[in-house]
């Protein structure tokens, strides 16, 4: 699955496994912190019919950490929480 990332430095497609690992290592890294409550999305979409893109936007604590945008909500969302990741030093 081809993920198109919204970075102010680059945009690049992303092969993406149907395995959500991100999204089900972020949340077990959060709550080790205490900082569960902080993770929050944003989520928006554009297009109709059978060309609808979705953005996730992933925060913590306000600050955004990952945004992303592909066809598929949960690709989406599951490269922004790769992203969220990297930025926290979790992956590389």
Do not use: F
Not at 36 to 64: D, F, H, P, R, Y
């Amino acid at each position: 699955m081809a993920v198109s990332t919204a970075d102010s430095r680059h945009s690049k497609s992303l092969h993406i496994p149907t395995q959500n690992t991100s999204l089900h290592t972020t949340m077990p890294h959060l709550q080790k912190q205490g900082q569960c409550a902080a993770l929050g999305w944003t989520e928006s979409q554009t297009g109709a019919g059978n060309n609808i893109q979705w953005t996730m936007t992933c925060k913590i604590n306000g600050e955004v950490t990952g945004t992303a945008t592909a066809q598929q909500k949960g690709a989406a969302k599951e490269e922004a929480a790769r992203q969220t990741l990297v930025k926290l030093g979790l992956l590389a």
